[in-house]
């Protein structure tokens, strides 16, 4: 494809087909297309490939991703062919413009220099063109081709059969048009210069968009080529596809983890930041789960494999990214219906201004330069580019930040989102039991209070006794536990140390003889008021101390509250937790409106209200339980350490668990969507404003082919400026 005309009618074949429904994309070069299930695939591909043939252009199956042989770089030729076009174009320009260069038989010498430029140079030109009238159609290179071979065309006939060949020929150069005797007027400069311009914007345009997919494509690259999986005990080499899942593979300090998975042995830091943007390392022991393309920072590890290929968290990221650059915003849908008409009215203007001015009594020549200036100045390029290139370097930012877009609808959405509802638990809080803080009676140590319970708390699955067990493993390993019984709902018993400890609610103490004193139920009300757990500890007949424990809030999470109330954002907790509870963990990250105690479907209903008294919500969730809350939204954000089901209902996809990642990506969508529409306006204010120029015989085809390609490279910058987003934590650390 050569242009958004090609693309436009390329997608117009696709979708006649009987349950075909394709979208195609002029940056990425690609056609997503979902179809029934009626066909065979190989059925299905033929169907599609022969009617993009049909329709003048061809296709192919993208190769799959690891291919070992990387992709030829498609601005090579283009960057030889401009090289050569710009050697031969440069002198004959220099000719035209300066008439002491002006010699003897210098108009012959441009006709040499010019010939090659035109026909070999404009080559790709007029094969799209040719092949576009043959399918009775009209493209921006429609435009090109009648343009500078009509240029091309008059200078020859003005050389041969006029009087411009005449020995001794000078020809100021004119940026206006003024009447003359158009037999004595050469545009050889012209037809090359409007090629070689051409080329150039070509070659920039190819050059940026494969800058812009950079992004993408390095992510995709970050996964690991090999794993040393264990086969019988041996540490066997093999290339990472051959990995299957239940597999057991080795990761040695400094490699990366072959693919997503649970640590079996050994304890390490897991460093996230190429895949997270999260610059801490994450301690892992058995039993956590761990990233494919995340590296070992640490110790050796053993990893069970639990996802492979297309499922690992790293493909998905890929896919996300991929289906967001290749849809369409309201605006882009919008320049696709005005490009695919653009073509067919901008020749007839061409045609209009060609007779008004041989009505007029205007020259031959001036009739010619201003249709030929129209025909140039109005190819469609820059409405092709705007928001294609826009989302994929928008998108490929957010990539990289640990922001996944799901597609420019999303980014629409973030517009008009004026209300936040952010889920309690493993969003503003850290969803995992924390030990918070230890109270020892008189005579004993907070060491030797946590060092018994979290030995005995060490034998249950409970996620508080989880809890003060990590922390316990934190300052010393733990002492075994003999007699272990648990005491469902009320806490557990075992002896530690020839100590018969139990720990749990207070009424279990009281039911075996060790009621609090005064001071240790001192820290169990306050606990308590806080809405926090309090286990007490109690050994040999007596009560020795108090833990507590909480979820956690996030420590960014006050931070990202203050970001969102700058961003014009109403925020308001929406948890099914009780209310006293939500209410204490809302005052200390900001937050002054609650919505507690409500069930999913509540949730639901939660958002349905809000919508009905006309507010715009975007909802930040995790778990299951958010998924449906995250579907009815005007805009889902799931946090990427939640649930496939939360992750799948969203809109955006947040890698790192961090809050104030939220505020990131509603700043980096509505960026993007301010720079689609700043490409837009560009795009359409330009041909509006340049077509009456053209036409009013005003600019000449050199200026207006210099004007077109610009226009396309002023807007593929502007999206590049995207590159630059920078987070807020990293603002903050400059």
């Known amino acids: 494809m050569t242009c958004a005309s090609c693309a436009n009618r390329i997608e117009r074949k696709l979708n006649k087909l009987d349950g075909v429904t394709a979208t195609v994309n002029f940056a990425t070069e690609k056609a997503h297309v979902s179809a029934p299930s009626t066909l065979a695939p190989g059925e299905l591909v033929g169907t599609l490939i022969a009617t993009v043939e049909q329709a003048g252009y061809s296709a192919h199956v993208p190769a799959p991703r690891g291919a070992d042989a990387a992709p030829p770089d498609p601005t090579d030729a283009l960057r030889r062919r401009l090289l050569i076009c710009v050697a031969l174009t440069v002198p004959v320009i220099a000719m035209a413009m300066i008439p002491a260069l002006q010699f003897r038989y210098w108009q012959w010498l441009s006709l040499a220099l010019a010939a090659p430029v035109v026909v070999w140079g404009g080559y790709p030109f007029h094969r799209a063109a040719w092949a576009n009238l043959r399918h009775g159609t009209a493209t921006m290179d429609t435009l090109v081709s009648m343009g500078t071979l009509a240029a091309f065309g008059w200078s020859v006939y003005a050389l041969f059969w006029g009087t411009a060949g005449t020995p001794g020929m000078t020809h100021p150069f004119r940026l206006a048009i003024e009447r003359s005797d158009g037999s004595g007027d050469i545009y050889l400069e012209a037809a090359a210069g409007v090629t070689a311009f051409l080329l150039a914007g070509?070659?920039?345009?190819?050059?940026?968009?494969?800058?812009?997919?950079?992004?993408?494509?390095?992510?995709?690259?970050?996964?690991?080529?090999?794993?040393?999986?264990?086969?019988?005990?041996?540490?066997?080499?093999?290339?990472?596809?051959e990995v299957r899942?239940?597999?057991?593979?080795?990761?040695?300090?400094?490699?990366?983890?072959?693919?997503?998975?649970?640590?079996?042995?050994?304890?390490?830091?897991?460093?996230?930041?190429?895949?997270?943007?999260?610059?801490?390392?994450?301690?892992?022991?058995?039993?956590?789960?761990?990233?494919?393309?995340?590296?070992?920072?640490?110790?050796?590890?053993?990893?069970?494999?639990?996802?492979?290929?297309?499922?690992?968290?790293?493909?998905?990221?890929?896919?996300?990214?991929?289906?967001a650059q290749a849809g369409k915003a309201k605006a882009q849908r919008l320049a696709d219906r005005v490009s695919g008409v653009f073509v067919p009215v901008v020749i007839m203007i061409a045609v209009a201004a060609l007779g008004f001015w041989l009505g007029a009594g205007a020259s031959a020549s001036m009739a010619l330069t201003a249709a030929v200036s129209v025909l140039i100045i109005a190819c469609p390029c820059a409405l092709g580019l705007a928001t294609p290139t826009a989302l994929l370097v928008g998108t490929g930012r957010g990539a990289q930040l640990g922001i996944l877009i799901r597609g420019p609808e999303?980014?629409?959405?973030?517009?008009?989102?004026?209300?936040?509802?952010?889920?309690?638990?493993?969003?503003?809080?850290?969803?995992?039991?924390?030990?918070?803080?230890?109270?020892?009676?008189?005579?004993?140590?907070?060491?030797?209070?946590?060092?018994?319970?979290?030995?005995?708390?060490?034998?249950?699955?409970?996620?508080?006794?989880?809890?003060?067990?990590?922390?316990g493993r934190t300052s010393a390993p733990l002492a075994p536990v003999d007699g272990f019984a648990n005491a469902p709902g009320m806490g557990v018993r075992g002896v530690v140390g020839g100590h018969a400890v139990t720990a749990g609610r207070p009424s279990l103490l009281d039911e075996d003889g060790m009621p609090l004193p005064a001071g240790l139920r001192r820290a169990v009300d306050a606990a308590q008021e806080r809405r926090q757990t309090a286990i007490a500890v109690g050994w040999d007949g007596a009560a020795r101390g108090v833990l507590v424990v909480a979820d956690e809030i996030k420590p960014s999470s006050a931070a990202a509250v203050a970001q969102l109330r700058g961003l014009?954002?109403?925020?308001?907790?929406?948890?099914?937790?009780?209310?006293?509870?939500?209410?204490?963990?809302?005052?200390?990250?900001?937050?002054?409106?609650?919505?507690?105690?409500?069930?999913?479907?509540?949730?639901?209903?939660?958002?349905?209200?809000?919508?009905?008294?006309?507010?715009?919500?975007?909802?930040?969730?995790?778990?299951?339980?958010?998924?449906?809350?995250?579907?009815?939204?005007?805009?889902?954000?799931?946090?990427?350490?939640?649930?496939?089901?939360?992750?799948?209902?969203?809109?955006?996809?947040?890698?790192?668990?961090?809050?104030?990642?939220?505020?990131?990506a509603i700043r980096l969508s509505r960026r993007t969507l301010g720079t689609i529409r700043t490409n837009l306006f560009w795009a359409f204010a330009y041909n509006v404003a340049a077509l009456p120029l053209a036409a009013a015989g005003l600019l000449t085809p050199m200026v207006a082919g210099a004007a077109m390609a610009l226009s396309s490279v002023f807007v593929v910058s502007n999206s590049l400026r995207l590159r630059g987003f920078r987070a807020g934590r990293e603002i903050l650390k400059t």
């Open 410 to 471: 999303a980014l629409e959405s973030t517009r008009h989102v004026d209300t936040v509802l952010l889920d309690k638990t493993g969003t503003v809080t850290t969803g995992v039991m924390r030990l918070l803080g230890v109270h020892a009676a008189d005579g004993e140590t907070e060491h030797g209070v946590l060092a018994l319970a979290a030995a005995v708390e060490a034998a249950s699955e409970h996620p508080i006794a989880r809890a003060i067990a990590d922390a």
């Open 245 to 323: 899942i239940g597999d057991e593979f080795v990761v040695r300090p400094g490699e990366k983890i072959a693919t997503d998975g649970v640590v079996t042995s050994g304890q390490s830091a897991i460093d996230a930041s190429l895949l997270t943007g999260e610059s801490v390392p994450a301690e892992v022991r058995p039993g956590d789960a761990v990233t494919g393309a995340t590296v070992n920072a640490g110790g050796r590890l053993v990893v069970r494999a639990t996802r492979i290929g297309a499922d690992t968290q790293l493909a998905q990221m890929g896919r996300l990214v991929e289906d």
């Open 568 to 664: 014009g954002l109403r925020p308001i907790m929406l948890t099914g937790d009780n209310e006293r509870a939500a209410r204490h963990i809302a005052r200390q990250v900001g937050i002054d409106e609650v919505i507690a105690g409500v069930l999913p479907a509540q949730k639901v209903d939660a958002v349905r209200r809000l919508q009905e008294a006309r507010r715009r919500v975007a909802m930040v969730g995790d778990g299951v339980n958010d998924a449906a809350a995250l579907a009815q939204s005007d805009l889902g954000i799931a946090m990427g350490s939640g649930t496939d089901a939360a992750i799948e209902a969203a809109d955006l996809t947040l890698v790192n668990g961090d809050l104030r990642t939220v505020v990131d």
């Open 202 to 241: 070509r070659y920039f345009e190819a050059r940026s968009k494969r800058r812009a997919g950079a992004a993408l494509r390095a992510l995709l690259e970050l996964g690991a080529k090999e794993a040393t999986v264990l086969r019988d005990g041996v540490e066997t080499p093999v290339p990472v596809d």
